[in-house]
């Protein structure tokens, strides 16, 4: 990957550096997901003399990303991971910090993925308000036109990735450390995760992930590593150039994207027909990218569309398949630590977040006859020793838990709530 600003290697210009506070600041947001994980804790073993290193070597130009970890995950989807080193991360939250804002007002509104308030329920509210606006609550004809992008992440052109980037820093970002901000940029992007990793797990994880979601198969100069911070709001700012295409040359009205995967609602099913070769040559000429050929979906709204894991349909929107079938899955892997031993606190923890994160999706819809069924028809009864529902059936508490009322600490009882028409709580 070649660039001309960075391409002297004893380039002597001056640079602003990066304050240590930004440093710190960035350091905080990192750490609070971060937390737990085995380079996090070493990193915080001596937090502070290593922040100071990282900030000399950023200020000093000397810093270089380091090794990162490829796993296989399988929920919701088999995906490929690279999780960068904690130093790594917390890099990744300072040049975050730093263009997030300018990012947020290039952004269109109905841009979803990675945005403060703009997750996937905000975009499932979004479309279904598209549907009902376009059909005039559901008394005329309109049509759904979803569209995926093959293989998105691994397919990402760093060239054109980093050359939009350094346009836009150099037009909208005013402060002094914008020399240092864009060469950070460019050593992220052009950094190769794959010839510095180690592959966690058996090779044999890699078994039936497509070649086009792999980046061990990605053209050359191409492809972000899932996982990363960068990587995530980076590849929406990719996708901005499309999104301004969609809304402001083509004038569609009603349209939404969630990382590479959008819809258009029209009420002319030929009209969104004539859009897909229009949309197919805009990403393959200017982004280098290309419409998944088996995920074109284009039908009436009375047919129901699947999108970030629901149906939407008139009047109603239902959970999709794909997801009930984990939860249930989660409830099995679940049975089956509580019926070999007594679950500990890394048990307890794991069993809360695994079960909330699911209930956590749900409660945003009409679903509580369904997470009624599932807990208490296939949920192992004997993890209610240990926990409690609450909320009707919106999340499960450990038993014992101090909890601060009133100024006052109490313990929570002993028993467990059951769900029953008759019980206020539920």
Same mark, same amino acid.
């Given at each position: 990957?070649?660039?001309? %600003?960075?391409?002297?290697?004893n380039?002597?210009?001056?640079?602003?550096?990066?304050?240590?506070? @930004?440093?710190?600041?960035?350091?905080?947001?990192?750490?609070?997901?971060?937390?737990?994980?085995?380079?996090?804790?070493?990193?915080?073993? =001596?937090?502070?003399?290593?922040?100071?290193?990282?900030?000399?070597?950023?200020?000093?130009?000397?810093?270089? +990303?380091?090794?990162?970890?490829?796993?296989?995950?399988?929920?919701?989807?088999?995906?490929?991971?690279?999780?960068?080193?904690?130093?790594?991360? $917390?890099?990744? /939250?300072?040049?975050?910090n730093?263009?997030?804002?300018?990012f947020?007002?290039?952004?269109?509104?109905?841009?979803?993925?990675?945005?403060?308030?703009?997750?996937?329920?905000?975009?499932?509210?979004?479309?279904?308000?598209?549907?009902?606006?376009?059909?005039?609550?559901?008394?005329?004809?309109?049509?759904?036109?979803?569209?995926?992008?093959? &293989?998105?992440?691994? /397919?990402?052109?760093?060239?054109?990735?980093?050359? !939009?980037?350094?346009?836009?820093?150099?037009?909208?970002?005013?402060?002094?450390?914008?020399?240092?901000?864009?060469?950070?940029?460019?050593?992220?992007?052009s950094?190769?995760?794959?010839?510095?990793?180690?592959?966690?797990?058996? *090779?044999?994880?890699?078994? &039936?992930? +497509?070649?086009?979601?792999?980046?061990?198969?990605?053209?050359?100069?191409?492809?972000?590593?899932?996982?990363?911070?960068?990587?995530?709001?980076? @590849?929406?700012f990719?996708?901005?150039?499309?999104? /301004?295409?969609?809304?402001?040359?083509?004038?569609?009205?009603?349209?939404?994207?969630?990382?590479?995967?959008?819809?258009? $609602? /029209?009420?002319?099913?030929?009209?969104?027909?004539? %859009?897909?070769? $229009?949309? *197919?040559?805009?990403?393959?000429?200017?982004?280098?990218?290309?419409?998944?050929p088996?995920?074109?979906?284009?039908?009436?709204?009375t047919? &129901?569309?699947?999108? %970030?894991?629901?149906?939407?349909?008139?009047?109603?929107?239902?959970? @999709?398949?794909?997801?009930?079938?984990?939860?249930?899955?989660?409830?099995?892997?679940?049975?089956?630590?509580?019926?070999?031993?007594?679950?500990?606190?890394? =048990? %307890?923890?794991?069993?809360?977040?695994?079960?909330?994160?699911?209930?956590?999706?749900?409660?945003?819809?009409?679903?509580?006859?369904?997470?009624?069924?599932?807990?208490?028809?296939?949920?192992? &009864?004997?993890?209610?020793?240990?926990?409690?529902?609450?909320?009707?059936?919106a999340?499960?508490?450990?038993?014992?838990?101090p909890?601060?009322? !009133?100024?006052?600490?109490?313990?929570? +009882?002993?028993?467990?709530?059951? @769900?029953?028409?008759?019980?206020?709580?539920?």
């Open positions: 990957m070649q660039l001309s %600003l960075f391409s002297n290697a380039n002597t210009k001056l640079k602003e550096g990066f304050s240590l506070e @930004a440093v710190f600041k960035a350091y905080y947001s990192c750490r609070n997901n971060k937390r737990n994980t085995i380079n996090a804790l070493t990193f915080e073993l =001596d937090y502070e003399n290593n922040l100071i290193q990282l900030w000399n070597e950023l200020n000093d130009g000397s810093y270089q +990303p380091g090794k990162t970890i490829a796993f296989i995950v399988h929920k919701p989807v088999q995906r490929e991971i690279f999780a960068a080193d904690f130093r790594d991360r $917390v890099v990744h /939250h300072l040049i975050i730093k263009l997030n804002p300018l947020e007002k290039e952004f269109i509104q109905d841009s979803f993925a990675c945005r403060i308030g703009k997750g996937t329920h905000y975009g499932i509210s979004r479309a279904n308000k598209f549907i009902r606006k376009c059909s005039i609550n559901y008394t005329k004809d309109c049509y759904v036109l979803k569209l995926d992008i093959e &293989g998105f992440f691994m /397919h990402i052109n760093k060239e054109i990735l980093f050359s !939009r980037l350094e346009k836009f820093i150099e037009t909208k970002y005013q402060q002094k450390d914008k020399e240092l901000v864009l060469e950070i940029c460019y050593k992220i992007i950094n190769s995760p794959i010839e510095n990793c180690i592959i966690k797990g058996s *090779s044999k994880n890699w078994n &039936g992930l +497509p070649t086009n979601k792999s980046l061990f198969n990605s053209p050359p100069n191409s492809g972000l590593p899932i996982g990363n911070l960068t990587s995530q709001i980076f @590849a929406n990719y996708m901005s150039a499309f999104d /301004h295409f969609i809304k402001k040359e083509l004038g569609i009205r009603f349209y939404g994207r969630y990382v590479d995967d959008f819809i258009i $609602v /029209h009420s002319d099913k030929e009209y969104l027909k004539s %859009l897909i070769p $229009v949309i *197919s040559n805009y990403l393959n000429n200017e982004l280098k990218l290309t419409l998944h088996k995920k074109i979906y284009l039908q009436h709204y047919k &129901g569309v699947k999108f %970030l894991g629901t149906v939407i349909k008139p009047n109603r929107i239902y959970i @999709a398949n794909r997801t009930k079938g984990n939860f249930y899955i989660a409830i099995q892997q679940q049975n089956k630590i509580i019926e070999t031993r007594k679950p500990t606190k890394d =048990d %307890l923890n794991a069993f809360l977040s695994s079960m909330n994160s699911y209930l956590g999706i749900m409660i945003h819809y009409k679903t509580y006859h369904l997470r009624k069924r599932m807990i208490f028809k296939h949920l192992n &009864g004997y993890w209610f020793n240990h926990v409690y529902l609450s909320g009707g059936i999340k499960f508490v450990l038993k014992n838990k909890v601060k009322k !009133r100024k006052r600490w109490v313990t929570q +009882p002993k028993f467990h709530i059951c @769900a029953s028409p008759a019980n206020p709580y539920i």
